[in-house]
């Protein structure tokens, strides 16, 4: 595990804090670049890692959930937003069903394989003894990825890559209320795109995309409960 650092919040009034996680095979310097253009956006930030590929997300989501919890005591964050990115995303669900923060703001996913990646279903045979992840993020029905709940009363904000050769579009939609947004890129490439920093900054801001203001290439499409 990595460290955590909290940036942009020493020394100053209570503030809302992003807290950043990364996908597997990744590491937190992946995050540096989102987590800079958020501080330039007024947030205090804190990028959250992992070094260990082989065990369970399961344990990563435990020692995440008492980074929330540690994070949901200190004085000096008034709110708390999860900003992950691919398994991140999936690690933040698992640790909000183990602790939830009474100061939980927002979660905005990037690239989140919320109902499996069939990349992980078409190596699961060969890697996933080894790779507990590969396994527990497979399509298949009963894998743990299907079988987490989904965290309720939050608002959820999803940016997807359009061109993503890992996640299709459909498996980043959570079995939640949330607002969907694609960007025209590959699935790591939205960790430094300047837009999707944006378009992550104004869900934490409004808890929905910018549908009006999107670029022509994108296309925003808020979901309903029900």
């Given at each position: 595990m990595t460290a955590p650092r909290r940036q942009g919040g020493e020394g100053h009034e209570p503030r809302e804090c992003g807290v950043l996680v990364h996908?597997?095979?990744?590491?937190?310097?992946m995050l540096t670049v989102l987590a800079r253009r958020?501080?330039?956006r007024g947030y205090a930030t804190e990028i959250w890692g992992y070094r260990n590929m082989c065990c369970s997300l399961l344990v990563h989501a435990e020692r995440?959930?008492?980074v929330l919890r540690r994070l949901d005591a200190a004085p000096d964050v008034s709110?708390?937003?999860l900003v992950t990115h691919s398994m991140g995303c999936i690690i933040g669900r698992a640790a909000l069903g183990i602790e939830r923060p009474a100061k939980?703001?927002?979660?905005?996913?990037?690239?989140?394989?919320?109902?499996?990646?069939?990349?992980?279903?078409?190596?699961?045979?060969a890697f996933g003894r080894m790779f507990r992840p590969v396994e527990e993020l497979t399509t298949r029905e009963d894998s743990l990825v299907n079988s987490l709940p989904m965290p309720w009363g939050v608002?959820?904000?999803?940016?997807?890559?359009?061109?993503?050769?890992?996640?299709?579009?459909?498996s980043t939609r959570p079995d939640a209320p949330h607002d969907h947004v694609t960007v025209p890129c590959m699935h790591s490439s939205l960790l430094f795109r300047r837009d999707a920093a944006e378009l992550a900054a104004a869900f934490l801001r409004a808890g929905r995309f910018p549908g009006?203001?999107?670029?022509?290439?994108m296309h925003a499409t808020p979901t309903q409960a029900g």
């Open positions: 996908g597997f095979l990744a590491n937190a310097l958020l501080r330039s995440f959930a008492g709110r708390i937003h939980l703001g927002r979660f905005v996913m990037l690239a989140p394989p919320n109902r499996g990646s069939f990349v992980a279903t078409a190596a699961a045979g608002d959820i904000g999803v940016i997807a890559a359009g061109h993503d050769a890992l996640v299709t579009a459909q009006s203001a999107a670029a022509a290439e």
